[in-house]
Structure formats: C-alpha cells, structure tokens
C-alpha cells in the first residue's frame, strides 16, 4: 500500500461501552488537530481529562431520548457516516444539507452476552440490545473507502499511531471492516440464541410486558444436579461413581433404545462402570472390531497397550495371549474387549492378571462361572459391533461434530496402496502389515505401532512429534517383552513391520525404525519431503507402501 490510500482523521465518532484506553485515543486525536464527537458518558470521560469534545446532541438538535435507547439514530451522524467521499453527488448532499463527514468510527457495544451469563433479568437483557451501535459500526464498516472502523479497545493503540501517520490505509481500513463485520455477527447471533430460548420458556412476558415469575434458573450443570428419578425420566440410565476424578460427578445417558450399544451393554458382574471404565470400554471395543479375525485390545488410558488378532487355526485365547505379551506390564489394570465369544481358555489366562473390565459379545459357561471368582471385574456383554454415525464433543462455548472414524476410506484396502520402496511384500508380511494399519488407529496420535505375527509388539503414542513416537514404539518393543528372570528382554523391533498414523514429515522417524531392524512400513504419504523417507527406505532395502489416508485420533 502507498500513503496516498490514507485518509487522515478530520473527523472522528466515539461511542464506547468499554471505555479502557478511550482516553489516550481522544489525545492522540486531537493531538492530529482531528474533530472529535461523542456521545453521553464517553464525552464525559473525554471532556474530563481536558480534551475537546462536541456532543451529538449538539449536532443533531435532539437530546438523547427513551432512556438512552435514541441518540445517534440521526441524518446528520449516518450521513456523515455512509457518505462516500470519493462521490463527488455524495459531498454535494453532504453540503445542501449542512452535514460533515467522519474519517473515524470508534464504537464497541453494550455487553449482551456477558449480561445474560450474570443472570440478567429479561428486561435487564433487552435493555443492552444494542442498536445504535451496531448501526453505526455497520455503516462505518460499509463505507470502509472512507471511513475506518474500530471497534476492539485493543486497536485503539494502532488507531492513535494513525492518527500521527496520516490515517489507516485503504487496505487496513478493509480488514478493520471485516473484523467489525465479524463482531456485528456474533452479537446477533448471540441476540437471536437468546430470544429463542426465551420463547421456549426460559424467560416469558405477558402481553403488557411486565415480567412474570422466573422459572427456576437452568445452570449448565443441571444434568448432574437433578434427582436419579429425574434423570432417569430424560433416558441417564445410571449415575456414575465418578466422573474422570473423583472430585467430578457423572451419569450416563442411553440416547437409543433401539441400539443402546455400550451404553445398554449387561453388566454379568463385578463393580459398577464409571466414566474412564466407559471411555476405555468404548475405545477398546472399537479397537477389536476394527478386525475380521477374532481380536483381543487391551485398554489403558483409552490407549492400547496390547492388540493381536488370532492367525490361522487360532482362537480368541491365543489372541489374547498375544495382546497381553505386547505389553504386560501395563495390562495390570487395563480394560480387555473381544470381538468373539470368550472362552475359558481366555477365561483362564485373565483370572491371574488384575483387570477392570472385560467386555465381549458372549461367554462361554465355564468362562463366566470363572470370572465371576474375581467379584471386582466388571464383566460386560455388548450385544453388536460398534456403528459408524457422528460423534460430539463439546469445547468451551461451542460443540463440535464429526462422522466417526471408520475404516473405509480407499487407502485403507491393501489393494490401493502404492509400493514406494523396497520389494513388494509377501503374503505373511502384507498381512502383518494390514494389520498395523487397522490397529495404529486405535492409539492416540502421533502413533506408531509395530507388529509381528498378527500382534502388536512396540506401540508409541500420544507424543507431540513423530521422533518421540518412533523411538517410544522401538523401546517399548525391545524392553516389554517376556523372557525369564535375569534374561534380557528380547530385541521384538528387529524383523518387525511398522505403521505410522499420519506421515513422516522428515526421513529421520523412519530411519529409527530402520535402524531398530523394522523389515516393511505403511504410512499415508504426503509430506513435501515424502521423497527423503523413499530415499532412506531404498537404501536400508525396506519396504515402504503409501495409502494416502491419515487416521488421526485426538
């Protein structure tokens, strides 16, 4: 931009709520020899640290009216305001009808939402509905060709830096116009979310207008303050020990009856679930029908700290025997799920191993009745596989909504994916392979998972940079595994294959795997330095497929 888009304040509107910094901005202003106008307790404010101020009633002939709800709703300030001075027809009328332009437009509004959350009365949250305001800033912003537009008090220190320069460009004049765009946005949306709330009956007027007796106020922890009875008229099939600590309350709510899922799973035995029971059930029961093959996760965390799936002639017992050699020094205490009905082989291998969950489809007889001897193991029975559909989240002031995570996209098929480096796989090392890939869904991301033989064997996750991730998995393998007392912990990376969740965004992740012995790696690709990790894949002789898919979970 070029100082010749300036425009230099002459004129200047300021109408504030929040009168922080309005001061040293009205000095600077008449400090750039620029007129100011203000209205009501902002001219005050002004005028009482010595600096000179023109009322707008003293430009329009009118006192502010109706209790304040009337003062700049006038000709002579809206025209000044919309005015495009680079018209010489709008200076003409500008001048017929006596009316001077404004350069600058300083308004931030009445405080509606911060209002509501105080718990104003109705009549308290009409009154600060803004109107002149938000039709001033919508003007201002409008006619942004010759007028700047501020309306944060954060600005107010660049507003008087230009008003020593000579003004805003015409190109910081567009972008304060967005942003006062942006602030008229949200207060009527704000408006809008409240009168609709209104109208369902958390607030009413009669027809005269006069308050009627409140409704009790709704706090947003209502869910959790209402009596069991009531709670469970609105479908909370239970309350909960505990939420996350023991500090937190909980419940828990079926939202279809039809397919309650974990929800509605039968409990068989053993405590009652509470909340981070849940969350790990729900993520380790995902993780194991991620899988055709009968498969055993155990949870931890709401991470898995074993996964395997049962290879050709085994059964669900030998998958379990698997996923807890991955890691049976975290398994102490973690959530079990399956895929297939449990046997009392599996039955017989979780009795000795300090669980807090197990859920599955079925139990066998003899599976159940052994069980049942550990009378602190929550024993569920969840009646189907896990669905797709959305998933909520809510985060300060706002929900967020995704389709789950399924694995369908069209990288997730072998037969898509894109040999990059190396040989192409056999038959054992490309089940292996697509197994990884199924399972490295399941760990928090960044994840790395290692696997052999259908089993995990190193999982890293949850780490925020791949380097770490890679190096967790490799240690994870080379130190967790079984062996005798007095033995070293077998070297579980070495002939392994890998898979990476999201790409490796520099070869140096790779190369740790390579270095541990990993023989094939699948990861999404994409990384603008895709062709360094081809590179060192090639050198090492390793296997590398793309599948141009991410399967982040957060």
């Not at 596989?385 to 909504?401: D, F, M, N």
């Not at 190193?458 to 791949?466: E, F």
Request: a negative charge.
């Amino acid at each position: 931009m070029t100082t010749s888009d300036r425009r230099p304040f002459r004129r200047a509107l300021l109408s504030v709520y929040d009168k922080s910094g309005i001061v040293e901005l009205a000095r600077a202003l008449a400090d750039a020899g620029c007129e100011i106008v203000s209205t009501g307790s902002t001219a005050a404010t002004v005028r009482q640290a010595g600096i000179e101020v023109t009322d707008v009633e003293q430009i329009t002939g009118f006192p502010e009216m109706l209790d304040g709800r009337v003062k700049t709703l006038h000709p002579r300030i809206h025209g000044g305001i919309l005015a495009d001075q680079r018209l010489e027809d709008h200076v003409s009328q500008l001048a017929d009808h006596d009316i001077a332009p404004f350069d600058l437009v300083v308004v931030n509004l009445y405080p509606f939402a911060e209002t509501v959350a105080a718990g104003g009365s109705f009549q308290e949250i009409i009154e600060k509905i803004d109107v002149g305001g938000p039709t001033m800033v919508r003007g201002a912003a409008k006619n942004f060709a010759s007028v700047a537009v501020v309306v944060e008090p954060e600005d107010y220190a660049e507003a008087a830096r230009a008003a020593g320069a000579g003004g805003f460009t015409l190109g910081e004049r567009q972008e304060l116009a967005a942003a006062a765009f942006q602030v008229t946005a949200g207060y009527d949306e704000a408006i809008a979310a409240w009168m609709m709330g209104a109208l369902d009956g958390d607030d009413a007027q009669d027809a005269d207008g006069a308050e009627q007796d409140e409704a009790e106020e709704v706090s947003d922890t209502y869910l959790l303050d209402m009596s069991d009875e009531d709670a469970a008229t609105m479908g909370f099939a239970a309350t909960l020990r505990y939420g996350e600590n023991p500090h937190q309350r909980a419940r828990l709510a079926v939202v279809d009856e039809e397919d309650p899922g974990l929800a509605g799973a039968e409990q068989l035995g053993g405590k009652a679930m509470s909340y981070n029971n849940y969350v790990d059930a729900d993520a380790a029961l995902r993780a194991a029908y991620d899988h055709d093959q009968p498969c055993v996760v155990v949870m931890k965390h709401n991470n898995p700290c074993g996964i395997a799936v049962a290879r050709e002639g085994e059964d669900i017992a030998a998958a379990h025997a698997r996923a807890h050699g991955t890691d049976p020094v975290s398994a102490y205490g973690g959530v079990i799920a399956a895929n297939r009905t449990v046997t009392l082989a599996m039955a017989q291998q979780v009795k000795p191993v300090f669980t807090e969950v197990i859920l599955a489809p079925g139990y066998e007889v003899e599976a159940l009745e052994l069980l049942h001897s550990k009378k602190n193991l929550r024993i569920l029975q969840v009646a189907d596989r896990p669905r797709g559909g959305v998933e909520i989240r809510t985060i300060w002031g706002g929900t967020l909504v995704q389709d789950v995570d399924a694995l369908t996209a069209g990288g997730d098929d072998p037969a898509t994916w894109t040999l990059a480096a190396g040989e192409a796989a056999d038959q054992d090392t490309l089940a292996d392979l697509a197994f990884a890939w199924r399972a490295v869904r399941a760990p928090k991301s960044n994840a790395i998972l290692l696997a052999k033989d259908g089993a995990a064997v190193g999982i890293g996750m949850g780490q925020v940079n791949r380097l770490d991730s890679c190096r967790l998995a490799v240690a994870r393998a080379n130190t967790l595994g079984e062996h005798a007392e007095g033995e070293q912990a077998p070297e579980r990376a070495r002939g392994a294959v890998a898979a990476s969740d999201a790409f490796f965004p520099f070869a140096d992740g790779a190369q740790i795997l390579i270095d541990a012995g990993v023989t094939a790696i699948v990861q999404p690709g994409g990384s603008i330095r895709d062709d360094e990790v081809i590179a060192a894949c090639r050198e090492a002789g390793v296997t590398l497929y793309l599948t141009g898919t991410r399967h982040f979970a957060h």
